[in-house]
């Protein structure tokens, strides 16, 4: 249980960043107050409470007032995603601004990658709903992870939250041609460098697959070589061998699987496999 103690703290916290809300100093102050109220406070709890809710166009207005300050773009984007832990509160931060503030910030502090990180944990939290995805991409969400992930490519909490974010929002297919043209199968064949960030990459290009005509491009920019070494380095790979499979219904890229060195014996293993298993 939450005692009253905690939602009283966040009434002041929230009171005292909108009095000073000219002060860079204050509202980073602030943002710090909430997070650690918020982590005492169990969010998914009380995450529909009146003063959780109000701390969100307060956090938002701070973002935006204060873009040029690293510090207050940190932990505006950790407080948001932290009042973005149920439902309600993720419709209170797209209500007020809150995925525009989100982007801005990233592309305001590009350099940061404690903001890129921060970014991509609390778009990936909005997008577990589905209807804020095309607003995510509508407001430069991917230009911005992409960007990210590009500038900090050797950071891996920035890859692995941008291939995670991305892969959510290829569940949506009216996303993927955007992913693609904002340079996003590039990022997702670069980042196939490791066990967790090959899954969620592969499950991304899986998800880009599905669309034909974004096949020959995951081809041209290394898709299918990537995922041909990670099946060949792990072979139980459920993701590389989905995407891989969607990759071949397009004729050319049929064509590079079958040059693959070796891989026509590792289809046929896989597939003696499957049969021992059943």
Request: aromatic share 2%; hydrophobic share 40%; proline share 2%.
């Amino acid at each position: 249980a939450i005692t009253p103690k905690v939602t009283d703290s966040l009434e002041v916290i929230v009171s005292g960043m909108k009095n000073d809300a000219d002060s860079e100093l204050a509202q980073v102050a602030g943002c710090k107050q909430l997070i650690e109220a918020l982590k005492q406070g169990a969010a998914n709890a009380w995450a529909d409470e009146p003063s959780r809710l109000e701390a969100i166009p307060v956090v938002v207005a701070a973002m935006t007032a204060h873009k040029a300050s690293m510090e207050m773009q940190r932990q505006g984007c950790e407080a948001l995603d932290k009042l973005s832990a149920t439902s309600t509160g993720r419709q209170a931060v797209r209500h007020y601004g809150g995925i525009k503030a989100i982007v801005e910030g990233m592309t305001e502090q590009a350099q940061d990658d404690a903001v890129q990180v921060w970014g991509c944990k609390t778009l990936l939290c909005l997008a577990q709903e589905p209807a804020m995805r095309m607003q995510i991409a509508q407001q430069e969400g991917i230009k911005a992870v992409v960007r990210g992930m590009q500038r900090h490519s050797q950071v891996e909490e920035v890859a692995k939250k941008g291939c995670e974010l991305l892969c959510h929002l290829a569940k949506d297919q009216a996303i993927r041609v955007r992913i693609a043209d904002e340079g996003g199968i590039k990022v997702l064949v670069a980042g196939m460098r490791g066990q967790t960030l090959n899954i969620w990459s592969g499950r991304a290009l899986g998800l880009l697959a599905e669309s034909e005509s974004l096949r020959p491009q995951i081809a041209e920019e290394g898709g299918i070589e990537a995922v041909c070494k990670w099946i060949k380095q792990s072979f139980a790979c459920r993701e590389g061998w989905s995407a891989l499979a969607k990759l071949a219904n397009d004729k050319t890229c049929r064509q590079e699987i079958a040059e693959t060195a070796g891989m026509v014996e590792d289809v046929v293993s896989a597939m003696q496999f499957c049969d021992e298993q059943q």
